[in-house]
């Protein structure tokens, strides 16, 4: 019984860290019951802020780790890591050209990927789900990590990534509901669709743990893989959305600074 709960230990655990980050979108959801908007300085520094903690993120939590990883097991490190990162990018680039998704604040003429008749509100849920991909892909392979024999990474440094994860979703949700609330949907269902993005965290962190438990050798690529991948949506969307209005750029910017030295002393502290 003992062995069971152990070999099955980093799938409960990042779960349990996936079911944690979906609740905190859900939270900045909520905020669409107290309110139709936030105000543009406050949005654009939360998005500052989640992009800083995914730059943070995806060094200390997933490419550090991934590369020290890689030379534990004997591979060439430089090659595993760049592999890896770039497979991560071109993997999130396929996404965004063929998944349909509408990023909060464009108009219909701007959604990207295959064109469809899907309708307003499934666009944007589906423009933050993408986002959320590589997020929960980042939990399972970080915590099948942090349970493994080598020690590069440690269950400490994957919570963290979790709780780093979980703060920045709270814009990522209230970046969904309240332009749908805006737009006239209910209350409800306006945050109903806003927490509905983070269901896809559950499914991509269960399938990332799944995969590198069997392959052990595989953990360094996937780190460094989930690395790449968040960096792609930090550069393509956050960071972009964050300094869109002029006024609020050295804001939004501090902000960043300010979420990747919070990540960077939870993964130092943690790990």
Not at 49 to 75: D, N, R, T, Y
Not at 161 to 173: D, K, R, V
Not at 222 to 244: D, H, N, T
Request: charged share 10%; with cysteine.
């Amino acid at each position: 019984m003992m062995n069971f709960f152990i070999q099955n230990g980093p799938v409960s655990q990042a779960l349990f860290a996936a079911l944690f980050t979906w609740g905190l979108t859900a939270a900045g959801a909520a905020l669409v019951f107290l309110t139709k908007s936030v105000n543009s300085r406050l949005m654009d520094a939360m998005l500052g802020f989640a992009a800083g903690v995914m730059i943070a993120a995806s060094f200390w939590s997933l490419l550090g780790p991934g590369i020290e990883m890689a030379e534990q097991l004997g591979q060439t490190a430089w090659l595993t890591a760049a592999a890896g990162f770039m497979g991560g990018g071109i993997f999130m680039r396929l996404m965004d050209k063929f998944l349909p998704h509408l990023h909060p604040g464009l108009s219909m003429d701007k959604q990207e990927g295959v064109r469809t008749s899907l309708q307003r509100s499934t666009l944007l849920v589906l423009a933050i789900t993408l986002h959320n991909i590589p997020e929960g892909l980042a939990l399972g392979v970080a915590f099948s990590a942090g349970a493994s024999e080598l020690n590069a990474a440690t269950l400490g440094g994957a919570a963290a990534l979790a709780l780093g994860i979980g703060i920045q979703n709270i814009p990522e949700g209230a970046a969904v509901a309240l332009p749908l609330r805006r737009e006239g949907l209910s209350k409800g269902w306006s945050f109903f669709l806003g927490q509905l993005s983070g269901v896809v965290e559950l499914l991509s962190a269960l399938a990332g743990t799944l995969l590198v438990m069997q392959i052990q050798s595989l953990l360094p690529f996937a780190l460094c893989f989930a690395a790449g991948a968040m960096i792609f949506v930090v550069v393509e969307e956050l960071i972009p959305e964050s300094q869109q209005r002029y006024e609020n750029i050295d804001l939004a910017t501090m902000a960043t600074m300010t979420g990747f030295c919070l990540m960077m002393i939870l993964d130092v502290a943690m790990s």
